[in-house]
């Protein structure tokens, strides 16, 4: 089943594993929307500067980014309603997690890697 998922903190270099996660995602047929200031193009993907510019649904919202940097877009993730927010390791901040949960959306720490591997995404 396809799950749009939205990668923040989507990177170029094949070693971060926000790039190993978009390139499982769509390995597991899932559609990638690459969140990244300075990218134009992720494996295939156009990237959007920041969410608000993505204008299609969303499922899950993958994070890859410390919290001082996901603080500023939150309400534009919380605006798009996803199902759920994957807290990657590193991510981590729970008054962020309280606030995504606040809104009616599941907020996760887990490893999206691990949930694809393991059948839970």
């Known amino acids: ?10 990177s170029h270099k094949p070693d971060r594993y926000a790039n190993k996660a978009q390139r499982l995602l769509k390995e597991f047929g899932h559609t990638t ?11 295939g993907d156009t990237v ?4 608000s ?3 299609g649904d969303v499922d899950t919202v993958t994070l890859y980014v410390r ?4 603080e500023p877009i939150l309400d534009e993730i919380i ?3 996803p199902k759920r927010v994957i807290f990657n390791p590193g991510t981590e901040d729970s008054a962020m997690q ?24």
């Open 1 to 10: 089943m396809n799950k749009p998922t939205m990668i923040i903190g989507a």
């Open 33 to 43: 929307v690459p969140i990244n200031p300075i990218q134009d193009e992720i494996l």
């Open 48 to 51: 959007f500067k920041k969410p």
């Open 53 to 55: 510019d993505y204008q």
């Open 67 to 70: 919290p001082e940097r996901l």
């Open 79 to 81: 605006s798009l309603k």
């Open 98 to 121: 309280q606030r995504v949960s606040s809104a009616g959306i599941e907020a996760l720490e887990a490893c999206t890697l691990v949930m694809l591997h393991s059948d839970q995404y």
